[in-house]
């Protein structure tokens, strides 16, 4: 836990190497400090080819952090104010960065790990 899901309009694909993308929202759930092992944090990354913002075809990048209901609101904004950090870091040119943290309902998750 959590789950990290990036969404992207494809066209920063010409600008950013994704593998480098994911690599800094991981990073920045790695340096909030709320998730003892790195190993469980899962991230991945989704684009989107055809994007519409209002009247405009601009580029986004949007990080969606589900993770088990408990954390306070500070503990969510640290988490967040850190990944858009590290993805500014990257450099490129995207119209729009955001980042939200989604409470998962502990009693409704369920998770079954084959290993091997």
């Known amino acids: 836990m959590p ?28 340096e909030s400090g709320l998730f003892p ?3 469980d944090i899962k991230t991945r990354a989704l684009a989107y080819q055809h994007v519409r913002m209002g009247d405009t075809q601009d580029t986004f990048v949007h990080v969606a952090v589900r993770l088990l209901s408990g954390r306070n609101d500070e503990q969510k904004s640290k988490l967040t104010l850190g990944i858009v950090k590290h993805i500014r870091a990257l450099n490129f040119s995207v119209n729009c960065v955001t980042a939200e943290a989604v409470d998962m309902n502990r009693v409704a998750y369920a998770k079954d790990v084959v290993h091997g």
């Open 3 to 30: 789950h990290i899901v990036i969404e992207y309009a494809q066209a920063i694909e010409s600008e950013v190497n994704i593998a480098h993308l994911v690599d800094a929202v991981h990073q920045g759930a790695v």
């Open 37 to 39: 092992d790195a190993y």
